[in-house]
C-alpha cells in the first residue's frame, strides 16, 4: 500500500468511524440503507451508504462497511437499496390556487391527496407559493405545520399588479391589488410585510390577450421592492415582455419569475445587468407548452425558453427550478427535466433544485445530505445521472425525518 493511500483511508476512518450515533429511546428514528447517495451537485456520491436520521436532522451518513450504528427497535427501515438519495428539492413557482378553497375547513384527506398529486409525490419539501388568496395559503400552511397534512415548507408571496393589468388569465371577478402610484406600491408591500409574507411578487408586465402588455413602472416597482429588502425579504417578477423584464431589473428585483420566450432572447445588457444584481431565474419551461394550442408555436417558445435559460446559466447566472403548478394543470415535472436538459448537466439542474435556493433564500440547513443537516431527502429509483428525467421518479419524500410521501 503506498503512503498518499494510507494516508486517505486514515483521513476516511476518520471521517466516518466517530462513536456509534445514539437515540433517544422515545424519539423516531428513520434509517435509509443501501442507497447511493449524493451529498450535494458537486460531491462524489458515497455508495451503499447508512442514512439515519433523528428528530428532524441527518444524524448519521456514511458507507455501510465505515458506518457504527446500532439502531432501536423502534426505528423505521425504508428499503433504499438500488435507490438513489439526494436532498429534498425546492420548486420556487408554485400556486395553490386551482382546487385548493377552503383550506382552513376542507378534509384533510382531500388536501393531502391535492398535496401527494401535485407537490409531494414530485419530491417537493419545500415550495414558494407566488401569489394565491394568501389567507387560504396561510390556512393550508398551518394545517402543514401542525402535522394534519403531509406537505412541503410553504412559503408565500403577496402580489401586486400594475393599474388596470388584470391578467386575461385570471378571473375578472378576481379582486387583485392593482397600484397605480409607488406610495400605493409601498402600502401594499407594507400589509403583506404585516401579514407575515415571507416575500413580493410583482407583475411587471400583465398580459392582456390581443391587447398590448400592461408593464409596472420601474419607480412603483422600487418602492415595492425597498419594503422588501428593508426586512431581508425576497421580491420574485412576472415580467412577461423585455419592458417588464428592464423595469423589474431596474427596479431591484432579484428574481424573474419566468424566461420571456415571446421576446426570443435577453439582450446582452440585461443578461449583465442581472448578473451584476445577483438575480435569479426561473425557467417554467413546461409552462410555454399550455398558452397556446399550435404545438409548432409550443415548440418555438420552449425553445426560446431554453435558449434564455442557457444563456443565463453560461453568465454563471443563478438557476432556480419552478414549474408554476397549481396554475398550470401538468403536475409531472418529467418535461421540465427534459427542457432544462437541453441548457444544462443533471448536476446544474439537481442544484437549481437543492443548493441554489438554499444559498439564495438563506435556508442553510436545507440544500445538501449531510451530518446535522434537516432531514429533507428525495429517495429516487434511478440515477438522474443517467437521465435527467429519473429526478422525476420518486419513491419517497421525506421532510424533517418523516416520510411524506411513498410511491
Ligand atoms: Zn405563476
Redesign the pocket.
Known amino acids: 500500500m503506498r503512503p498518499l493511500t494510507r494516508t486517505v483511508l486514515a483521513f476516511a476512518v476518520l471521517l466516518f468511524a466517530s462513536a456509534p450515533a445514539v437515540f433517544a429511546s422515545d424519539k423516531p428514528v428513520l434509517a435509509c440503507i443501501g442507497a447511493k447517495v449524493y451529498p450535494s451537485p458537486t460531491d462524489p456520491p458515497i455508495e451503499n451508504a447508512v442514512l439515519i436520521m433523528s428528530e428532524g436532522k441527518i444524524v448519521t451518513l456514511a458507507p455501510n462497511n465505515a458506518a457504527k450504528y446500532h439502531l432501536p427497535d423502534s426505528a423505521t427501515k425504508l428499503d433504499c437499496a438500488g435507490k438513489v438519495v439526494v436532498a429534498g428539492f425546492w420548486n420556487s413557482?408554485v400556486?395553490f390556487e386551482t382546487g385548493w378553497d377552503d383550506a382552513a375547513s376542507a378534509p384533510s384527506a382531500k388536501l393531502e391527496a391535492h398535496m401527494q398529486e401535485m407537490l409531494t409525490r414530485w419530491g417537493f419539501t419545500t415550495v414558494w407559493d407566488?401569489?394565491s388568496l394568501p389567507q387560504n395559503t396561510l390556512a393550508l400552511r398551518r394545517r402543514v405545520e401542525a402535522g394534519e397534512i403531509p406537505g412541503p415548507k410553504i412559503l408565500m408571496a403577496g402580489d401586486i399588479f400594475p393599474k388596470n393589468g388584470h391578467p386575461v388569465y385570471l378571473p375578472p371577478e378576481m379582486q387583485l391589488p392593482e397600484a397605480a402610484t409607488p406610495q400605493e406600491a409601498e402600502q401594499m408591500a407594507k400589509q403583506y410585510m404585516a401579514m407575515n409574507l415571507d416575500g413580493i411578487k410583482l407583475f411587471t408586465g400583465a398580459f392582456m390577450g390581443n391587447k398590448p402588455v400592461i408593464n409596472m413602472d420601474t419607480a412603483i416597482v422600487k418602492a415595492a421592492v425597498d419594503v422588501a429588502h428593508a426586512q431581508g425579504k425576497p421580491v420574485f417578477a412576472?415580467p412577461q415582455n423585455r419592458t417588464g423584464t428592464d423595469n423589474a431589473l431596474n427596479g431591484g428585483v432579484d428574481i424573474l419569475?419566468h424566461t420571456i420566450p415571446t421576446e426570443g432572447s435577453f439582450t446582452g445588457g440585461e443578461l449583465a445587468q442581472m448578473k451584476r444584481q445577483h438575480s435569479a431565474l426561473i425557467p417554467?419551461l413546461t409552462l410555454w407548452t399550455t398558452v397556446v394550442q399550435d404545438p409548432k408555436i409550443q415548440n418555438q417558445l420552449v425553445d426560446a425558453g431554453v435558449s434564455e435559460l442557457k444563456s443565463y446559466f453560461s453568465e454563471g447566472g443563478t438557476i432556480l427550478f419552478g414549474t408554476?403548478v397549481g396554475?398550470i394543470p401538468n403536475y409531472d415535472t418529467t418535461q421540465e427535466y427534459e427542457f432544462m436538459g437541453r441548457a444544462m448537466g443533471w448536476r446544474d439542474i439537481l442544484a437549481s433544485l437543492t443548493t441554489n435556493p438554499s444559498a439564495y433564500f438563506k435556508a442553510s440547513n436545507t440544500g445538501r445530505v449531510e451530518k446535522g443537516m434537516n432531514a429533507d431527502l428525495v429517495v429516487l429509483d434511478a440515477d438522474p445521472a443517467t437521465d435527467v428525467r429519473n429526478f422525476a421518479r420518486v419513491t419517497y419524500t421525506i421532510r424533517a425525518g418523516k416520510v411524506i410521501y411513498k410511491k
Request: charged share 10%.
Open positions: 413557482h400556486h407566488l401569489g412576472h419569475a417554467t408554476d396554475f
